[in-house]
């Protein structure tokens, strides 16, 4: 009876090693072929499809020895400029690229993927994803892929590089590190423009001496001046930092464009040029004023170029109040009494 007893209890434990051997090498193979997937991709992101999604993330039995960070895209979808898709896409590529760059000695267990909509319907619906766009961070302890994942919020896609990189520290305790870019030229093209310089080199330097280039135009100085003061009253560096769109479409009518958001959490870029544009005929004509009206010699004709020119700031002026108080619900009005508001 105890040798029957002994062979038992040794039964069970070759089975259990058997059984904890066999996980064990199935947690491997799955981090194995994670692994796989992103040396073959260029950017280090890994492209999911239902399958793969049903055998990295709803197959494996928790605790999984990975995580996963998962951004829902559609082709569809890339042209509309209001979803910036393909924008946000490269930007997810960069930071998943750098994140593998940095820890690629210490082997975190984080791993950058996308899911395209037509190709993966049924993960979209796991994950309940009823917007775009869309990421989640599937953690090593997530059951459920919609309710136990981690969404990034909508309004963090408008600063999406800092955002993401917050929400990756944030979730997973871990550093992302300094983002490694492209270079906007490779050494190809460098070597290429480097040699035209050096060929028109001497035709150039003669030029120069001649006074025969551009930089000796006073209109191309005229204009560059005007571009730059339009440039700095349209706002044109918080449409560039803050990556807005010129305009948005019309979510409950696709063929309506809006160039004109009410409300002071978004600036489109149209808003920023319209009320560049009214500023610079304020600007234009001053100039005018200051610098060529003086010179003329006829007092009549200068009375109604002033008339004139005192008439258009004023209307140009007044709309940029219009605007302001339109967006921001907040009355901006001249120091006169109240009556005549």
């Not at 950058?112 to 961070?137: A, G, K, N």
């Not at 917050?166 to 870019?181: A, M, N, Q, Y």
């Not at 918080?238 to 409300?263: A, K, S």
């Amino acid at each position: 009876m105890g040798n029957f007893f002994i062979l038992s209890s040794s039964i069970v434990i070759s089975l259990f090693f058997v059984i904890s051997k066999a996980e064990s090498e199935s947690e491997s193979e799955l981090l194995a072929d994670l692994f796989a997937l992103q040396s073959h991709s260029k950017s280090g992101v890994i492209h999911l499809d239902d399958r793969s999604v049903a055998r990295f993330l709803t197959s494996p039995k928790t605790p999984r020895p990975y995580s996963l960070l998962v951004f829902f895209d559609a082709v569809q979808l890339r042209d509309k400029p209001d979803l910036r898709l393909r924008e946000l896409s490269q930007e997810f590529a960069v930071i998943a690229s750098s994140f593998i760059a940095n820890h690629n000695s210490t082997n975190p267990k984080l791993f950058f993927c996308d899911i395209e909509f037509r190709e993966s319907q049924t993960s979209f619906s796991l994950f309940d994803v009823v917007s775009l766009p869309s990421i989640y961070l599937v953690g090593r302890s997530a059951k459920s892929l919609k309710d136990d994942s981690e969404r990034m919020e909508q309004a963090d896609f408008t600063r999406f590089t800092e955002s993401v990189v917050d929400f990756i520290e944030s979730r997973t305790k871990l550093t992302v590190g300094p983002l490694h870019r492209p270079p906007l030229i490779s050494r190809t093209q460098m070597g290429i423009i480097f040699g035209i310089l050096l060929i028109w080199s001497p035709l150039a330097a003669k030029k120069v001496l001649s006074g025969e280039t551009w930089v000796h135009n006073p209109r191309v100085w005229l204009s560059g001046a005007i571009f730059i003061y339009f440039f700095s009253v349209s706002g044109t560096m918080h449409t560039v930092i803050r990556r807005m769109p010129m305009f948005l479409m019309d979510r409950e009518d696709p063929n309506r464009l809006i160039f004109f958001y009410r409300g002071t959490g978004v600036q489109l870029g149209l808003e920023g040029f319209a009320a560049g544009f009214l500023y610079t005929i304020v600007g234009l004509l001053l100039a005018f004023v200051t610098h060529v009206l003086v010179n003329v010699k006829d007092p009549k004709a200068q009375r109604v170029a002033m008339l004139v020119s005192v008439l258009v700031s004023f209307w140009a002026v007044r709309q940029v109040i219009f605007l302001d108080n339109w967006k921001t619900g907040y009355a901006i009005h001249g120091f006169w009494p109240s009556s005549w508001n």
